[in-house]
């Protein structure tokens, strides 16, 4: 059940307004959780500046969708889930790499010890050392790679977050698909 009320440009903050106004003009619409965020100005703005600023990160798509996977997983959120289930589709990945990702993983050993080091991040921050960034160096990993994960990993961890506090879930026809997609043969 939403717990923070959605917001149109007309009901929200003045800030809110104006840039909600903006998302409606480029895109027609604006999502659940944009619009929960408006009830704080100063989050929606971070988040939308952020946004913008991790899609210019030196991932391939793919592989931050297996990430973003992998974070959202752990973090709980349904709406995040679905949204980057169907992203991930959209990119070429099958429901296997859906799945694994999922689990934290993928067929691609590079790619899974990035995965990893992702949740980590998230989990046990503290727990990495010297030799867990030397690692995913010997993988192949330039440093852009290793702070843009950090980067990747904080605005899921906003995201999946705040879904969960304003009680954002997939709506009826989101679950459909999501659960197409979870089923692994």
């Not at 600023?53 to 349904?78: D, F, H, N, T």
């Amino acid at each position: 059940m939403q717990r923070l009320k959605s917001l149109d440009p007309a009901d929200a903050p003045a800030k809110s307004a104006e840039l909600l106004g903006d998302i409606v003009e480029r895109r027609g619409s604006v999502g659940p959780m944009v619009s929960a965020m408006a009830n704080s100005p100063a989050l929606l703005q971070g988040y939308l500046d952020f946004s913008r600023a991790m899609k210019r990160v030196k991932i391939p798509r793919p592989l931050s969708e297996k990430i973003s996977l992998a974070l959202q997983e752990w973090i709980g959120c349904a709406l995040c889930l679905d949204a980057h289930t169907r992203a991930a589709l959209k990119t070429g990945l099958t429901e296997a790499d859906v799945a694994l990702a999922r689990q934290g993983t993928s067929t691609d050993r590079r790619e899974a010890a990035l995965i990893a080091y992702a949740v980590r991040v998230l989990a046990e921050p503290a727990s990495l050392g010297d030799e867990d960034i030397a690692e995913l160096r010997e993988h192949g990993w330039s440093d852009q790679i290793i702070a843009d994960t950090v980067g990747l990993v904080s605005l899921n961890l906003l995201t999946g977050s705040f879904n969960l506090v304003a009680g954002l879930e997939p709506t009826p026809a989101d679950q459909s698909t999501k659960e197409k997609h979870n089923h692994v043969g």
